[in-house]
């Protein structure tokens, strides 16, 4: 039984799901430039939910849309002196190389709005056919004041409408009421029954996702930021559109990342790129530090917990590694003496239950800690079966296909040494807790000698 927020409710609730089978749709990037590690963030919590929800026995269709026309990018190609399709559609392979180097595999579609016009153009007919939209000199505009219950998702008032990015514009009845079809003539337009234009900034998402998955699905997801407006909005759209409700079961969002305590954003230029920060740390990096926070936490990203990451994920593949060297081991022990298999279903049950726990995948990497720290033990006194070490590997290499980094399918051929010294480290430990100063003092000693020097803490 997996249990998960729902930003709607306000509360965790257990997730169900007529026969197994979920339609996903999470808002996908507007593709101006090379998306940040905040993007990231987002998008590699959402890979390790769907991973597990397959897992978990479920069928996963997981939608995106890519934004590939609006303000920002028509701005940017002019500064570029570019043409705007060319430049998002660079930007959108960029992304898509981006999110296959942090393994972030599971979109099944990714939908660019240009794509979906004849989708976007009916469904802006349909609100205006029932009473929902009205037409101006500059476009067409969603009269908020015929939807009753607009903000149900974020609990704020339609007053609040005026403070968010919505154009001033005399034709509307209301200021509050948002662009559904902008009118003008340059290009990139398209035709439409009100002349020529584009989408605004709501409906791509919901003419997308109801032409792939129809008026109502399962599991909508996005940043935080994105609440309000813009799913309230889609609800508003969708709903009065259709006339059915709800538009989706659960709303997911995830934290952001920031830097000092500010969302990490291109307009605020504190941003670093997701290719900028591969040069100095590799994907599974990334990833173990992601997951090192709730999705629904902020995470205050700095060099010094990444460097923390590093260091915490190169331990746990360490014993990755020593397990399966000693896997190849032909004097392993008939009998599980230290009854080590109750650890390895003891470890599962946890994590498992972190993961079922609105996907907390911090508790969940907690566990791996604490079972590998136990796990080298036995590895420094081979005292494993073979039966044990293979349930090991297979639960290592389970969680590998959840989380998205390696703990035991790593390069054999590497060196070894760091996992032996991690070894070392953890048995000096547990020899100083017995009070064996003499034994501990002599691995510390016979260290010293050879260039490596630890300090007790
Ligand atoms: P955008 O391209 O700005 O529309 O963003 C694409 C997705 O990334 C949205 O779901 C945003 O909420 C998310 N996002 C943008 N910046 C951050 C950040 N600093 N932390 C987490 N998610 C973010």
């Known amino acids: ?26 808002c996908g990037p507007t593709v101006y430039d090379y998306s940040h590690i905040g993007h990231a963030r987002t998008y590699i919590a959402f890979d390790v939910i769907v991973r597990y929800l397959k897992h978990s026995g479920y069928s996963v269709f997981y939608l995106q849309n890519i934004t590939d026309i609006d303000d920002k990018i028509i701005n940017r190609a002019k500064e570029r002196n570019v043409d705007p399709l060319e430049l998002s559609h660079k930007f959108e392979e960029e992304y898509l190389k981006d999110m296959e180097l942090l393994n972030v595999k599971n979109v099944n579609f990714y939908a660019r709005a240009t794509e979906h016009m004849d989708e976007i153009i009916a469904q802006v007919q349909t609100l205006i056919d029932k009473g929902y939209a009205y037409d101006t000199e500059t ?33 509307k009845k209301d200021p509050k009421d948002f662009a559904l079809w902008k009118k003008q003539d340059e290009e990139p337009y398209w035709d439409s029954p009100w002349g020529k234009g584009r989408p605004g900034w709501h409906i791509e998402d919901t003419a997308i996702t109801e032409s792939y998955f129809g008026p109502q699905y399962n599991i909508h997801g996005g940043g935080l930021d994105l609440i309000f407006p813009h799913h309230d ?36 230029g504190n941003f670093i790129t997701i290719k900028e920060l591969l040069k100095l740390y590799s994907p599974e990096v990334y990833r173990f530090f992601v997951l090192s926070t709730h999705y629904r936490s902020p995470i205050d990203f700095s060099d010094e917990i990444l460097k923390q990451a590093e260091s915490s994920l190169k331990r746990i593949q360490n014993s990755g590694k020593l397990l399966m060297e000693l896997s190849k081991s032909t004097s392993l022990p008939d009998e599980d003496e230290s009854n080590f298999a109750e650890e390895v279903d003891s470890f599962r049950e946890n994590f498992f239950a972190a993961m079922d726990n609105d996907f907390n995948t911090p508790i969940a990497l907690s566990h791996i800690f604490d079972f590998t720290h136990k796990l080298n033990k036995q590895l420094a006194n081979q005292s494993l079966t073979n039966e044990v070490i293979e349930s090991i590997v297979s639960t290592f290499k389970e969680i590998e296909e959840i989380l998205g980094f390696n703990i035991v399918s790593l390069d054999s051929s590497s060196d070894s040494s760091d996992a032996v010294l ?21 691995i510390r000693d016979e260290l010293s000698d050879i260039g490596i020097s630890l300090e007790d803490k």
């Open 1 to 26: 039984m997996i249990n998960v927020y729902n930003t709607m409710t306000r509360q965790k609730e257990e997730l169900i799901i007529d026969n197994n089978r979920i339609k996903l749709f999470v």
């Open 422 to 442: 991690d070894i070392l480290k953890d048995v000096r430990e547990e020899l100083r807790a017995d009070k064996n100063w003499d034994l501990a003092d002599k």
């Open 233 to 268: 909005a889609e609800i508003a759209q969708m709903e009065a559109a259709s006339g059915k409700e709800p538009l989706v079961e659960c709303w997911m969002h995830t934290g952001f990342l920031n830097v000092r305590g500010e969302k990490m954003s291109k307009s605020l």
């Open 139 to 171: 476009g067409v505009y969603f009269d908020v004041s015929k939807f009753e219950g607009f903000g149900k998702l974020s609990n704020r008032k339609l007053d609040d409408l005026q403070n968010v990015r919505i154009a001033v514009d005399s034709t």
